[in-house]
């Protein structure tokens, strides 16, 4: 994994959107977890998430935050924890303002293509929106055209999904399919443990 410490510091060096984002203390972009064939890929750092607190999911006082508590109930589904997955960030910085988002999210697509090809996924699940067409690059009109599908990016199987933000309706009830029907594919085919 020295690669990805190398890519890190590219990121933290990178001033592409130095007048958009934040940039924040802990300078590792990608929290890993025993398995590397599942990567989770959101939208941009959670101002109180794991860029301040150091672990993906959890706030400064180690508690699971609201979306990273519906995540496990659907990771539940396919008998993993949170901390078993890798997870990345389309965007590398804080924005201070989403009508940031498009534009910071060009700026990192190339890191994002860097740390994925340094880790190599079998599957990648893209929550919500931004991450989504981040990865895909693809035009669509709403998110429910493409959540549940599988798309093939550098090899990668994308698969994205509702974020699980407890703010949207469908961040539990329009995943949970999602996690019933790829659980043989996301189980057995796809994970080997890291020893």
């Known amino acids: 994994m020295e690669h990805l ?23 590792k972009t990608v929290s890993i977890g025993k398995y590397s064939d599942i990567v989770i890929l959101g939208e941009a750092p959670a101002n109180n998430g794991w860029r301040k607190s150091g672990i ?9 935050l609201p979306s990273g508590v519906i995540l496990q109930k659907l990771l539940d589904e396919i008998n993993l924890k949170i901390e078993d997955t890798y997870f990345l960030e389309a965007i590398k910085c804080y924005p201070k303002d989403r009508k940031y988002l498009s534009k910071c999210s060009a700026n990192c697509k190339k890191y994002l293509l860097k740390q994925l090809d340094a880790i190599k996924p079998k599957i990648v699940l893209s929550l919500g929106d931004s991450a989504t067409k ?30 699980p933000s407890p703010i949207s309706q469908m961040s539990y009830k329009g995943n949970i399919d999602i996690f019933k029907n790829y659980y043989y594919i996301i189980l057995f085919h796809s994970i080997a443990p890291i020893f």
């Open 5 to 27: 410490k190398e890519i890190d510091e590219e990121i933290y060096k990178c001033n592409l959107c130095s007048d958009m984002v934040e940039k924040f203390p802990n300078s």
């Open 56 to 64: 993906a999911w959890y706030d400064v006082n180690h508690k699971l």
């Open 134 to 163: 981040s990865i895909l690059g693809i035009k669509y009109k709403k998110i429910c055209e493409v959540v549940g599908k599988e798309f093939d990016v550098n090899g990668y199987k994308v698969i994205p999904i509702y974020h």
